[in-house]
C-alpha cells in the first residue's frame, strides 16, 4: 500500500514513511493509492468481536508489510490497555433510533486517545527498529497535547513538545499536560493564541534545516496514521447495530474533519453507512461550505466548544481531493486561493460531497440546552462538544439508527456543564488526584529562534 499527497508533487511513501512524516513536502496530505475493501462477509464477522480484533482486520490491510501481524497486534493491544471501558468504545442508547459511541474512556477522556495511543506504540516500533529517536512537535487547543503526552512519556523513541497557548486552555487540559514526570515531555506555555502556536509549528516545519537537524516529527489531526485508527470504531459500532445487514448513519462534532473523514473512509471501505452529518459549533466553515458552496474564512469565535473553534480545516484537504476526482493540481489551486480568504468549490465536486455529507450547526444556546435536555431524558452527561453532535443529529433523524460521536468526558469541561444545568461534573476516580500532582511547564514568548534554542537544548540533554 503506498500513499501519495494531495497535492500531488511530494514523494510517494510506505504507511510507515507516511505516519513519520506527517506532513507532505508539497504542503500536502498523504492519502492511501487505494481504499481497502471489506466484503459484506468480512464485515458481518466482526459482529461481536473485541475492539482489538476490529481494530486489527480494519487497520491491517493499509499498513502494507511496514508492520508484521505479531507487531501490529502488539501495538493495539498496548494502546488500549489502558482504557478504562473493557468495550472502548461503549454505545449506550439516548432515544429511539439514537445511539451516542463514547469515545471518552482513555487516559486523557477525549477520543483523540484512540489514535493517538495507537501511533505511540508504531513510532516506538519503527523508530526502535531504525534506532532513531525524533523530536514530536504540537501544537494545541487541550485535546490534542494531552494525548499526545500521555501517549509518547516514557518511550525513548521520542521527545515531545506541546505548545499550548497560555491561559487558554482549561485547567483539566492544562494539568493533563503539566503534571507527567517523564523527562521526555516538555509541556510548552505560549504568549497568544491556538494559532499562534500553529503558526510557530508551521514555521518550525518549514525550516527544513532545522526540520531534519531535530528530526522533526508531526502528530497533528493530518497525519494519516491517527485518521486510520478512528475508522475502527466506526466498524465497531455500526455492527453492534447490525450493519452489514441494515444501514446506519453518523454524526460527528468536528472542527478539523479529522473524525468525520474517518467515517468517510470506512464507508469507501464498504461499510453501509446512509448518512455522514458534519456538526460544527458557531465556527461554521464546513457547514457553510457544504450548504453554499464556497468555503470562506472568518474570525474565529471563542465558545464553549474550544475543540472545534477553528476556521481552517485541514482534512477538508482530503476530502477536496476525492471530489476533484483525485488531482493534485486542482487541489494546489484551492489552496492557494484559501490563502486570500477563500475559495468556491466546483459544482460537480460539490455534488460529489454531498452524496456523502449533511451539515449543520449549533448555537451556544442551543448547545447548553441540549447538555440539560439529554441528561433530564436519559441521566447522560453530555460534554458540550458532544453536545452539538447530539442537537444537530436531531435536525437529521431518518429511518436508519443514528449514532453521535460522544468526543469527551463532561468531566473535561466541568464550567460549561455547570453552566448549562447546574450540576459540576466529576472526574472518575483513577483521575481524580490531578489537581493534587505538582506542574511542570515552561513559558515562552512568541519567538522562533528562541524556540528553536529551546528544543535544540533540551534534546541534547
Ligand atoms: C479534537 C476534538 C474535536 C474535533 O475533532 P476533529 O479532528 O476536528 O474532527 C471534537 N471534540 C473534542 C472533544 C475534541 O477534542
Known amino acids: 500500500m503506498k500513499y501519495i499527497s494531495t497535492r500531488g508533487n511530494a514523494p510517494i511513501l510506505s504507511f510507515e514513511d507516511a505516519m513519520l512524516t506527517g506532513l507532505a513536502r508539497d504542503g500536502g496530505l498523504y492519502v492511501p493509492e487505494t481504499i481497502s475493501q471489506m466484503s459484506h462477509g468480512d464485515i458481518a464477522a466482526m459482529a461481536g468481536l473485541p475492539y482489538e480484533e476490529i481494530a486489527f482486520r480494519v487497520m491491517q490491510p493499509f499498513m502494507g508489510d511496514s508492520f508484521s501481524e505479531n507487531e501490529l497486534m502488539d501495538a493495539i493491544i498496548k494502546a488500549y490497555a489502558g482504557f478504562s471501558h473493557d468495550a472502548r468504545a461503549p ?14 474512556h482513555g487516559p486523557t477522556l477525549a477520543f483523540k486517545d484512540f489514535a493517538m495511543q495507537l501511533i505511540g506504540q508504531l513510532f516506538q516500533k519503527a523508530l526502535g527498529r531504525r534506532g ?7 501544537a494545541t487547543s487541550g485535546d490534542t497535547g494531552s494525548a499526545a503526552i500521555e501517549a509518547f512519556k516514557g518511550l525513548d523513541s521520542a521527545n515531545v513538545f506541546i505548545l499550548f497557548p497560555n491561559g487558554r486552555v482549561s485547567d483539566v487540559q492544562r494539568r493533563q499536560m503539566t503534571t507527567p514526570v517523564e523527562p521526555n515531555v516538555h509541556a510548552i506555555a505560549m504568549e497568544g493564541t491556538f494559532d ?4 510557530m509549528l508551521k514555521d518550525m516545519f518549514n525550516d527544513f534545516g532545522f526540520r531534519d537537524g531535530v528530526k522533526l516529527a508531526g502528530v497533528n489531526s493530518i497525519n494519516w496514521a491517527r485518521v486510520l485508527a478512528q475508522v475502527v470504531y466506526y466498524f465497531s459500532s455500526a455492527t453492534a447495530l447490525g450493519a452489514p445487514h441494515r444501514k446506519v448513519s453518523f454524526t460527528v462534532p468536528t472542527g478539523n474533519f479529522g473524525d ?3 467515517g468517510y473512509i470506512a464507508k469507501r471501505m464498504g461499510l453501509p ?10 465556527n461554521d466553515i464546513l457547514h457553510r ?3 453554499t458552496g464556497r468555503y470562506d474564512m472568518d474570525t474565529v469565535f471563542p ?12 482534512n477538508f484537504e482530503r476530502a477536496l481531493f476525492d471530489a476533484y476526482d483525485r488531482n493534485g493540481g486542482a487541489v494546489t489551486q484551492l489552496m492557494g486561493e484559501m490563502k486570500q480568504g477563500g475559495f468556491g468549490i466546483s459544482q460537480s465536486a460539490l455534488e460529489g460531497l454531498r452524496k456523502h455529507f449533511d451539515s449543520g450547526s449549533s448555537a451556544e444556546d442551543t448547545t447548553s440546552a441540549t447538555i440539560k435536555a439529554i441528561f433530564e431524558s436519559t441521566g447522560e452527561l453530555l460534554c458540550p462538544h458532544s453536545a452539538v453532535g447530539v442537537k444537530v443529529a436531531h435536525d437529521h433523524m431518518g429511518t436508519s439508527p443514528m449514532i453521535t460521536l460522544a468526543t469527551a468526558h463532561p468531566a473535561k469541561f466541568p464550567d460549561a456543564v455547570e453552566a448549562a444545568m447546574g450540576i459540576r461534573p466529576v472526574l472518575p476516580d483513577w483521575i481524580s488526584d490531578l489537581f493534587d500532582r505538582p ?8 519567538d522562533l529562534q528562541k524556540m528553536k534554542s529551546l528544543i535544540r537544548e533540551r534534546i541534547a540533554l
Open 439 to 446: 506542574e511542570r511547564l515552561t513559558e515562552m514568548p512568541n
Open 289 to 291: 461550505a457544504i450548504s
Open 273 to 282: 453507512i446512509d448518512r455522514l452529518v458534519i456538526a460544527t459549533n458557531r
Open 260 to 262: 468525520i473523514f474517518a
Open 196 to 199: 499562534t502556536c500553529q503558526a
Open 132 to 138: 532513531e529517536q525524533v523530536t514530536i512537535v504540537g
Open 91 to 104: 454505545l449506550v442508547q439516548l432515544g429511539p433510533n439514537h445511539h451516542l459511541l463514547e469515545l471518552f
Open 303 to 314: 465558545t464553549i466548544t474550544p475543540s472545534m473553534d477553528i476556521q481552517i480545516s485541514s
